[in-house]
């Protein structure tokens, strides 16, 4: 493992409007990023929170998927978030993560907000993403996900957790309780990239993007407005850390059944 800088990329997403979410996340890279190993972007970054897939879903070879290429190229680093996919009929909130040299994993988003009925809209992924950086295993969750602790545990599998969210103020000390108990229970670094601003039924978002530590200290976290950080993740201390206090060592052993 090497140590791994990551951008988080907080930010108000215009309702429904591809085109302009892009140029705006253009001028934000270009003026906040010099250099960096990954760049994470919110749920739904290209449209928000939407229950209208079937009007603004894109296929995986679509303009925002090749927008992602680009990005990574430019900047030479993996880029991550989510957006409205369609494929065999069905849509998806798939979170995709784009290398440098074009190559792509996703994430289809297991737990779907029944609050909204967005399983009337989408349908669920059924598998697990962990993918690989510098020697970091990456664990890839989109939003609602954050609630089920069985779904986010740590196996041994991974060494940064990353949710992208569209997670509403309203519930905003659930968001920042929830990752700090991730972080905590899978010693593991949180990486979580919420957006800000009302989105298109009036629901304001405070963002509290977050990066945590295993052992649930707040790195950095920025709330109410646009914000493009990027912090370095200190892979002595994830090693250290986890030699030291050996809880994974005891944890519980299970089996998930679908």
Request: proline share 2%; with cysteine.
């Amino acid at each position: 493992m090497e140590n791994l800088n990551v951008t988080l990329v907080q930010f108000d997403i215009v309702w429904e409007k591809k085109i302009e979410n892009l140029k705006k996340l253009d001028l934000l890279l270009s003026k906040n990023i010099k250099e960096t190993d990954l760049i994470i972007l919110p749920e739904m970054f290209t449209t928000g929170f939407s229950m209208r897939p079937e009007r603004l879903a894109e296929s995986m070879s679509g303009s925002t998927i090749q927008w992602m290429k680009k990005v990574a190229e430019e900047f030479n680093a993996v880029v991550c978030g989510s957006l409205v996919i369609e494929e065999n009929t069905n849509y998806f909130n798939r979170m995709i993560w784009m290398r440098p040299d074009g190559s792509y994993s996703h994430y289809d988003k297991k737990h779907l907000f029944s609050l909204v009925a967005e399983q009337n809209h989408y349908t669920a992924g059924n598998s697990q993403t962990t993918v690989s950086l510098k020697g970091w295993n990456c664990s890839l969750q989109i939003c609602y996900d954050l609630r089920f602790p069985v779904w986010c545990r740590n196996n041994n599998h991974y060494d940064l957790q990353i949710f992208v969210a569209n997670w509403p103020d309203r519930r905003i000390d659930a968001w920042k309780t929830l990752l700090k108990a991730r972080a905590i229970e899978n010693q593991t670094y949180i990486a979580a990239v919420n957006r800000v601003g009302y989105d298109g039924n009036q629901i304001y978002h405070s963002g509290y993007s977050s990066l945590i530590s295993p052992d649930g200290e707040i790195v950095w976290n920025a709330a109410d407005s646009e914000d493009v950080s990027t912090i370095e993740l200190n892979k002595e201390h994830l090693v250290s850390y986890r030699d030291k206090f050996r809880f994974l060592n005891d944890k519980d052993k299970f089996t998930i059944h679908e």
